[in-house]
Structure formats: structure tokens, C-alpha cells
């Protein structure tokens, strides 16, 4: 009689990975847009400055313009779509497909960030945008609900980095942490925009224990992880992938940490990585190159996301395959980073704790033991919830 042990840094498939609970921390609002979503809110707004109205051609369109291997070109692409989400429907639509989507694809914990003082040309209050995105959430919480998935989404409220509107951001945020606004962001440009631009908003939301990641060590390097941490008090570092320049990996394979990747590390700091919208923006050359890996070895707070999807063509699920093709991740690796996500949420502990010990691990450990199972496996993978 032939025996077959539990396999072993086994390949997941992309069944399996669409199947798996994932979490995301850095993923934009108004970079996630459905191409046939732009080009439909373009036309019943009157937007006439679209690059094009084929919804194939323009999501290309916007996956190779972000392709610029520059941070300020990367993000010239979004004022097309901000262009189209400034009135209160086109706000509660996109994030209603937002929660949709992700749910699809098998997230089940998101923080889905966006600067409500971008969506104002229309006449909407800051409260308003705010309320509406609110709405779109709940609403797409309930449809992915009824369709059998089930994801929730926390909304962080972005202010710009270069604008001056970040203490009135924080006081929003504030305002609205009870009722869907889990914390706050800054975003935009880095370079030449230090975090320390805007103290004010961040001594505001550390007096009223409120939550903040800043979005620091993407296109600069240490000195904005510096600042976002030792200066502004950050929680999490959006990105912070340059903190490898603090790390050297000598010719016989030992590894020493500086002062500040140390830091990062014995404190846990998450660190939101972005693996494809960093080759775009050439923070990374290939997947295979990208600091994950080493983050990863090294045990790091290292969370994957997507940041734009739109602009990345990217996925939650796309993301994970990068990295399974590139360093070899068993579903033990992808658990990890899973968890890890959950750890960092801005969610209260008990319910963090819940989700990684109610979902996250009984969803991979399900994943891990289908080849116990093997020759009762259905053939179709229709739902990646059945079964
Ligand atoms: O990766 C990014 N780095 C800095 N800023 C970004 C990134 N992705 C999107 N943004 C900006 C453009 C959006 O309009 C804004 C709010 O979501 O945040
Ligand atoms: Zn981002």
C-alpha cells in the first residue's frame, strides 16, 4: 500500500489563491475604477477629457501611462478619474463596486483609502463625499453579501501632500471614526513634500488616539520613513519599501540592519507593499528583485496590496501570484502575509483577533488540507466560495 505525506512547500494554484481570505490595507479609491465605470460616469457627467471610450483600450490606456517609472506620472493618470467622481452617485457607485470587487476576488478585510478634498468640484461638502462613500460601502458589503462573500471595508480618509487642507482632513476623520472612517493618509508627490508639512494634522489625531499611516520611503528614500516615524508618530508606513536602504546583505549572506531598519523591525511597523505599483513607478525592477523578498526572510511587518488596481491592473489575488511565481510562496507564506495584514488593521484588537482566528486561519487551513481530498475534487472552480 502506497502512503502520501502532507505536501510540502507546495505551489498554490490560482484557484486556490482567489479562494484564499485576503487582506488589504493600500488600495485607492479613486485608482480602482472599472474602465466601463469611467467611461459611463464620463459621459452622464459631461466629462469630455478622457484618453478613450472604449472601456478595453482605456483601462490599457491607464495601465501604460502609469507605466512611467516615475511616482509624478504614475499619478497625472488620476485626474481622469477624479474627473468623473464628483457628484454623490458617482461617489456611492465606485465604492459600491469597489466592495464588489474585492469581494470577488476574495478579500475579506479592506481599508480603502481616498482625499475627500478631491472630489469637491461638484458642489459636495467634504461631509457629504464622505457620507456617500459611506454608502456605496455598506451597499456593496450587502450585495457581496447576498452573493455569499463576505468582506468589510473601513474607509481612511487621504489628504494631499502638497494642498494644505490636512488638519481639516484629520478633524473629518475624527468626526466620522465611529461611522465607517477607520483612520487617516497622506498621498501625492514625495519628493520635496516632507510628512513634516503637516504635524498639525498628526499631533490633532495622536491627542484623540486616532489612527494615521503616511505614505513615506516610495519615491524618497530613508529620510521620509524618518520623519513619518520619529517626527509624525506613524502607525504604518504606506509602502516605506526604501527601508531596504537601510539594510546591507554582505557577499557570504549575513545581513545588517541600520539603526532605522532595526527600528521598523523590532517595533513591528507595518509596512503596506505595493510590489506592482512599485515597477511602475521604479521603486523595484522586477518582481524577483523586489525587497519583499528579503522583508519577508527577514520577518518584517510585510503586508501585500494593491494600491491602484486600476493603473496596476492588479488584484489582490494577481499580486499573490506575482509573488508565488517569483519567490516560490506556499500557502503558509501567503497565510503570513495574510495575518499580518489583519495584525496592522485600525480596527479594534478584539475584532482583528476574531477575523484571524475565525476567518483568515480556518480559510487557509481548509486551502492546506484539499489534498487530503484530492480524488473528491470538483472539477469546476466556479465560486470561489462553494463547496
Ligand atoms: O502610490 C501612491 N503614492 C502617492 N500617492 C498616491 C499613490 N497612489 C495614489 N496616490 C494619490 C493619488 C490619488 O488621487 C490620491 C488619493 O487616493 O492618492
Ligand atoms: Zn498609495
Known amino acids: 500500500m502506497t502512503s502520501q505525506t502532507?505536501?510540502?512547500?507546495?505551489?498554490?494554484?490560482?484557484?486556490?489563491?482567489?479562494?484564499?481570505?485576503?487582506?488589504?490595507?493600500?488600495?485607492?479609491l479613486d485608482g480602482g475604477l472599472r474602465p466601463a465605470t469611467v467611461v459611463e460616469l464620463a459621459r452622464a457627467n459631461g466629462y469630455s477629457a478622457l484618453p478613450d471610450t472604449d472601456p478595453d483600450k482605456l483601462g490599457l490606456w491607464f495601465r501604460e501611462a502609469a507605466d512611467s517609472g516615475s511616482l509624478e506620472r504614475y499619478l497625472e493618470t488620476f485626474s481622469h478619474t477624479v474627473g468623473v467622481m464628483q457628484s454623490r452617485d458617482a461617489l456611492v457607485r465606485v465604492a459600491r463596486e469597489c466592495a464588489e470587487d474585492l469581494a470577488a476576488d476574495g478579500v475579506v478585510y479592506a481599508e480603502v483609502r481616498y482625499a475627500p478634498e478631491q472630489h469637491l468640484e461638484g458642489g459636495l461638502s467634504l461631509e457629504e463625499v464622505v457620507e456617500a462613500v459611506n454608502e456605496g460601502f455598506r451597499e456593496g458589503e450587502r450585495a457581496a453579501l447576498a452573493d455569499g462573500r463576505r468582506v468589510r471595508i473601513g474607509a481612511l480618509l487621504t489628504a494631499m501632500r502638497h494642498a494644505a487642507r490636512s488638519l481639516e482632513i484629520a478633524e473629518l476623520a475624527e468626526r466620522h471614526r465611529d461611522s465607517g472612517v477607520v483612520g487617516f493618509d497622506i498621498a501625492g508627490a514625495e519628493a520635496g513634500y516632507p510628512p513634516t508639512r503637516h504635524l498639525d494634522a498628526f499631533e490633532f489625531l495622536k491627542r484623540a488616539n486616532n489612527h494615521f499611516t503616511i505614505h513615506a520611503g516610495e519615491a524618497f528614500g530613508l529620510p521620509s520613513i524618518w520623519q513619518a516615524l520619529q517626527w509624525c508618530g506613524a502607525d504604518r508606513l504606506g509602502h516605506g519599501v526604501r527601508i531596504i536602504d537601510d539594510i546591507t546583505v554582505h557577499e557570504d549572506g549575513t545581513v545588517e540592519l541600520g539603526?532605522?531598519?532595526?527600528?521598523?523591525?523590532?517595533?513591528?511597523?507595518?509596512?503596506?507593499?505595493?510590489?506592482?505599483?512599485?515597477?511602475?513607478?521604479?521603486?523595484?525592477?522586477?518582481?524577483?528583485?523586489?525587497?519583499?523578498?528579503?522583508?519577508?526572510?527577514?520577518?518584517?511587518?510585510?503586508?501585500?496590496?494593491?494600491?491602484?488596481?486600476?493603473?496596476?491592473?492588479?488584484?489582490?489575488?494577481?499580486?499573490?501570484?506575482?509573488?508565488?511565481?517569483?519567490f516560490g510562496y506556499t500557502l503558509d507564506d501567503l497565510q503570513w502575509f495574510t495575518v499580518n495584514g489583519m495584525k496592522s488593521a485600525f480596527i479594534p484588537f478584539d475584532e482583528r483577533l476574531a477575523m484571524i482566528n475565525d476567518v483568515i486561519k480556518p480559510g487557509y487551513a481548509a486551502l492546506k488540507s484539499e489534498w487530503l481530498f484530492k480524488q473528491a475534487a470538483p472539477t469546476s472552480g466556479s465560486s470561489p466560495f462553494g463547496g
Do not use: W
Not at 260 to 270: E, G, N, Q, T
Not at 283 to 300: C, D, M, Q, T, V
Open 6 to 28: 502532507a505536501p510540502t512547500g507546495n505551489t498554490p494554484s490560482s484557484d486556490q489563491i482567489l479562494r484564499a481570505p485576503k487582506v488589504l490595507l493600500h488600495d485607492h
Open 259 to 326: 539603526r532605522l531598519a532595526s527600528y521598523v523591525r523590532d517595533k513591528r511597523v507595518p509596512l503596506e507593499l505595493c510590489p506592482s505599483s512599485n515597477l511602475q513607478t521604479g521603486a523595484a525592477a522586477s518582481y524577483a528583485e523586489h525587497p519583499i523578498g528579503l522583508l519577508r526572510r527577514l520577518h518584517f511587518r510585510a503586508t501585500v496590496n494593491t494600491d491602484n488596481r486600476l493603473m496596476s491592473h492588479t488584484s489582490m489575488s494577481r499580486e499573490f501570484e506575482h509573488l508565488v511565481d517569483a
